[in-house]
Each structure stands twice: as C-alpha cells, then as structure tokens.
C-alpha cells in the first residue's frame, strides 16, 4: 500500500500527518509528542495518532527518553530514488562526460526545486573530497541564488514565479530590485538560455547553470558546472557543453534518440 493510502485508511486527515514529518529538520531533528502538539496546535492524543502512524511506516522511530527521529524507512526510500529516479539514471553519465571536458576542481551537479529551496540530487567532482562547493545532495539551496538555481526560474508557470517572489522579495532581490525588475530579468534569462554567476553561492566560484525541461516547456531541474574563478576563461567553451548535455537528458527523457552523434564525445 502506498503511504499516502496508508495514512489515508489509518485515520482522518493525512495532511496534518504529513505536517507532522515536516516538523524534522537539521535544526530540530528529534519531537516528543507534546512538543508535536504544541507547536502543530492540537491535542496531545491527536500529536500521538499522527506519529504512531509515520512511526508504524516507518518514516519515525522511537529514541530515548519520548524522543522521536527520522526512521529507517527514509533510508530505503532513498536508496530507491538513487536506483530508479529516471532523471538521475539518464544524467549520471551524461555529467561524467561533462566533467571530461571542465578545468580541475570542477564539479558538475545536477539539482531539482523543492518549494522555496533548491536540492542537489546528484554531484559529480574530478578529485573527491576537494569540492568547495556548498551544494549537497539533500541540502537546501536559495532559490534566489546562483546559476544552479536561478536558471529554473524562467521556467516556472508565472503564478508560481510569482509567488515565490512574494514569500521572500529580499532573496529575490539579488535578480531585481521590483517586481518589474526581476520578471525583465528572469525573462532575458530565459532568451539567453543559460546563466552564469559569480561567487553568489561559493567565494571563488563560477556557476554555469542550464534548465532540464518536460515536455510542457517546465523546468523539472538543472544541470551546472561550478569551477573555480581562476578557470573564467574555460566560461565559452564549457556553455555549449552544459547546454547540450542537458538537451542530451530532455531527449532521453522523453524517450527519443538524440539527434546525429552524441552531443559529447569522448574527451580528446
């Protein structure tokens, strides 16, 4: 049974279950129940009803002293994603091949929007355990922020653009001061093709991100290169590369072949 069926048949209004989950995060990683209750605004019994069904699906698991964290069934949830997410079995290769062709220090990520923040899924680097770049898979990114980022953004239908604006215009200020400002901006984007930034997220960094499109035209993530500022002259050549490597993962996609060879060769 699925978990949305799960909680549906356990008991009434899975949402507020679900707000429950949301309760876990890096800052806050364990909950007693009244501690649930008091921050979600219901009974005590109600905080327990919740729980008792994350911790029987295994997403929660009881620790010491009435704590409760995260469950082992996150872990297989995730190992599933990693084994089957088709977007992540297409792209993986692809950034092997991109890395190819970048300066040293490089790393290539490939990421996804998630509400007001940005995920990494995946990151590929020439010399692990050398990487300065902040994205990491599972982290939560600005929006606002960064060519990984903000190369989605034109993508977006235009009530979720602008919504995402209103919830944080401070962020968004880093594109345009005004609303007016940013939408010209996030237009031209979108013409261009691709974006290019410097140390909005990294010191000492150059992101060049591209938009991984559906086949509605939405973005459903993207693909970047992050390589140190001393490699800007490598900026040229690397765009047409990222681009095409992700029009390489929207064709596959979508289920159709490439059109002529494959856009990146070996590496010379």
Not at 39 to 66: F, K, P, W
Not at 157 to 186: M, S
Request: aromatic share 6%; net charge neutral.
């Amino acid at each position: 049974m699925a978990l949305g069926e799960e909680l549906a048949s356990l008991m009434p209004g899975p949402d507020r279950t679900i707000n429950v989950l949301k309760l876990f995060t890096l800052d806050r990683p364990a909950w007693t129940v009244d501690e649930a209750a008091n921050v979600l605004g219901v009974s005590d019994s109600s905080a327990y009803r919740y729980i008792a069904v994350l911790t029987e699906a295994g997403l929660l698991t009881q620790g010491a002293h009435g704590l409760y964290v995260l469950g082992p069934a996150i872990i297989q949830y995730d190992r599933q994603i990693q084994l089957t997410d088709p977007l992540l079995q297409i792209a993986k290769p692809i950034m092997l091949r991109l890395l190819n062709f970048a300066p040293a220090h490089t790393t290539v990520l490939l990421c996804r929007i998630f509400r007001q923040t940005v995920l990494c899924v995946h990151e590929v680097v020439d010399t692990p355990g050398t990487t300065r770049v902040s994205y990491q898979r599972g982290r939560p990114m600005p929006l606002f922020r960064g060519a990984t980022s903000k190369v989605m953004l034109p993508y977006l239908p235009a009530r979720e653009l602008r919504r995402a604006y209103d919830e944080d215009p401070a962020g968004a200020a880093v594109i345009g001061a005004t609303w007016e400002e940013f939408r010209t901006k996030i237009t031209k984007m979108r013409k261009t093709g691709y974006a290019v930034t410097h140390a909005e997220i990294d010191p000492a960094c150059i992101g060049i991100g591209v938009a991984i499109l559906d086949d509605t035209r939405r973005a459903i993530g993207s693909l970047s290169y992050v390589i140190p500022d001393s490699e800007e002259r490598a900026v040229i050549r690397l765009v047409p590369l990222v681009v095409a490597g992700a029009r390489e993962i929207e064709q596959e996609l979508q289920g159709g072949a490439v059109t002529g060879a494959s856009l990146m060769g070996d590496k010379p």
